[in-house]
């Protein structure tokens, strides 16, 4: 706790950093980013401490992390999902009934609000080498006028059964989803 920026005094975030310090491995400018829209997301979905959410990040760097270690959101458990459009946005939303329509909210880093926080300005904008401290610091100032944000409505998907089929090149089973007979990775080896 010693590398954590001095301007942090809410004890709430203070317990949700002790907890992502070790799981990201440092506290990251992108990491403070995901706890501040995973924060300011279940404040504006009135999200209960133990009520479910799902989230879609549109990076894979550094803000899905608050999202799993503080909520629980995962991709095993299908509380995460990773659309890696290189954008710092989240879409988050609690959970519903298969073919129900639910509220969700989609934040993003605003570059025409960021412009009022020169340091961390430049960090997001990758202009200049602005340390995490530094860029954190002027988050906390900045108290959340960096986000914009809106409300949208989106469909709990209906889940059909799994099928499972075995390869007629690799002799593997994989999740079929189209009646294919070909896995992935046979049909497609620069998949990875």
Not at 90 to 107: D, F, L, M, W
Request: proline letters at 5%.
């Amino acid at each position: 706790m010693n590398d954590l920026p001095l301007e942090i005094k809410d004890p709430v975030l203070l317990a949700q950093i002790e907890k992502i310090i070790p799981f990201h491995g440092y506290l990251s400018t992108g990491a403070f980013v995901g706890l501040e829209m995973l924060n300011l997301s279940k404040k504006l979905l009135d999200v209960g401490d133990d009520e479910r959410i799902y989230v879609t990040c549109e990076t894979k760097n550094c803000i899905p992390d608050p999202f799993q270690i503080i909520c629980g959101c995962t991709l095993g458990n299908k509380g995460l999902d990773i659309i890696d459009h290189g954008k710092m946005a989240v879409t988050v939303n609690k959970a519903g009934n298969p073919g129900e329509t639910v509220k969700g909210i989609r934040i993003i880093v605003d570059p025409e609000k960021t412009i009022k926080y020169p340091l961390f300005h430049a960090w997001f904008m990758n202009e200049a080498k602005i340390s995490h401290e530094d860029a954190i610091n002027e988050l906390i100032r900045a108290d959340g006028d960096v986000y914009s944000w809106y409300f949208i409505d989106l469909h709990v998907p209906i889940r059909s059964k799994k099928k499972i089929a075995i390869c007629s090149a690799c002799g593997e089973s994989f999740v079929q989803y189209e009646n294919e007979i070909i896995c992935k990775w046979c049909s497609d080896p620069e998949i990875l």
